[in-house]
Every structure is written in C-alpha cells, then in structure tokens.
C-alpha cells in the first residue's frame, strides 16, 4: 500500500507571497492533519480534515488554511508569508482520525523557505 | 492538559550499546502512546505504540512498556547500530477529538 506523499517537496518564497502544499492520504485513509516543525517549536499541530470537514483546529493565525476534497487529498494554503513561516509541514492520514485516537501515518513533510 | 516530556538530548553512543530514551505523559484518562523516529531530511515513522497499561510495543528491536502508576513509555533498545540514529519522539494520542501531542524529541546519534 503506498503511503502519504506530499508535494513539493521542498519551496522557496519570499515574504508576503502565499503557498499551497498538498498531501495525498493512504488509500481508505478519510482523514488527514497537518503539523509544522520547526527547531524552536517542535512539532505543532495545525488542522485535522475528515471527509472534507475541519474537525479540530490548533493555535495558529487564519493566514493558515486548508481544505480536503472528495477523494481525501488535503492541501494546506499560507498567505502572507512571514519568515516564521519557514518550517517542516508535515501531513499525517489515518483511518479515523483524532477522534478515535487512531494511528496516524506521516508523510515525508514540505520544506518551506521564507527569504 | 496533555502534555509529554522526553529526555533532552543529544544522546550518543557507542555501536551495541543499551539505549533507553525517558518518556513521561500527563493525560486524563487513557491515552494511547507512540514512537516516532525521524531520519534526517524525512517525515516521522511510527516505530511503535502501546493502547492500555501494561502493553509493550516492539519493532526493529525497540521496546517500550505503558506503565500507567509512572505514566512513562520509555524507548529501550538493547543494541543500538549507527543505522539507529535518529531523531525519536513519544507522542500521546486520547480520543476524543485531540490532536496527537508530541515531546521535544530526543537526537541519537551512535558512533561505530
């Protein structure tokens, strides 16, 4: 079974432009979250999506978005890029999600760089 | 609330040495517990997990035992490999619409 891909893989932008990364679930996977990873914060949870519903949402600014189509895929939206945005995003899927306490399964995450 | 707190590294070591990576959680109720190890420039692996008190997770070597009257899940590995280093996370998850709660992660580095 192929697992969570994500892309790009890595992003350069600059400051005040705005990205879209994108994660593709496991196959029969309905949900997906996103964490950022940085140095300083670790990892930090961002927004859970099941069947194209956000269903539970961490402490980040609503310059941080995401949605989830019908066939699962995710993607995450940034706008106004700051240089504190330049992280890790991860994308973890799993079959039901946080509010089962279910496994999660990671993708090889999105390197963003703000200059 | 949740929260998770793991040994502060870097941890290194010699190849075949013990390693045992401190996990301790504070969580209402009964959290399920996880492994994650990161490989320099990739995503997290789910090494292993544990779902109730007393189970013992295993994977590639790698053990951990949910001890609720400690609420640990320490990581231990009885012959490490240059191959194992790592960055390693203990994470909880509870149910009931929370996100997964990672520790600051712990960097081993072994050494041939």
């Known amino acids: 079974k192929a697992g969570v891909t994500q892309t790009p893989r890595y992003l350069i932008k600059t400051r005040g432009q705005q990205v879209t990364l994108s994660c593709s679930p496991i196959?029969?996977?309905?949900?997906v979250s996103w964490y950022q990873q940085t140095p300083g914060q670790g990892l930090q949870f961002l927004f859970e999506?099941?069947?194209?519903?956000?269903?539970n949402k961490g402490n980040f600014p609503g310059r941080f978005s995401g949605r989830q189509f019908s066939n699962s895929r995710s993607e995450m939206n940034v706008s106004t890029l700051e240089l504190g945005d330049s992280a890790l995003y991860l994308c973890?899927?799993?079959?039901?999600?946080?509010?089962?306490?279910?496994?999660?399964?990671f993708g090889p995450g999105t390197r963003l760089t703000v200059l | 609330g949740n929260s998770v707190t793991q040994m502060e590294g870097p941890v290194t070591l010699s190849e075949e040495a013990f390693l045992t990576i401190n996990c301790t959680y504070t969580?209402?109720?009964?959290?399920?517990l996880f492994w994650y190890v990161q490989y320099p420039g990739e995503g997290l692996q789910l090494l292993l997990k544990?779902?109730?008190?007393?189970d013992k997770g295993s994977n590639k070597g790698f053990e951990a035992t949910y001890r609720k009257e400690t609420t640990s899940f320490h990581l231990e590995k009885g012959s490490v490999q240059v191959s194992d280093s790592a960055v390693y996370f203990c994470?909880?998850?509870?149910?009931?619409?929370?996100?997964?709660?990672f520790g600051k992660g712990t960097r081993l580095s072994v050494i041939a």
């Open positions: 973890a899927s799993s079959l039901a999600g946080t509010q089962a306490g279910d496994t999660q399964y």
């Open positions: 196959s029969g996977h309905r949900s």
């Open positions: 999506y099941f069947s194209e519903t956000q269903r």
């Open positions: 969580a209402t109720g009964y959290p399920s």
């Open positions: 544990a779902t109730k008190a007393d």
């Open positions: 994470a909880l998850s509870r149910p009931g619409n929370t996100p997964l709660v």
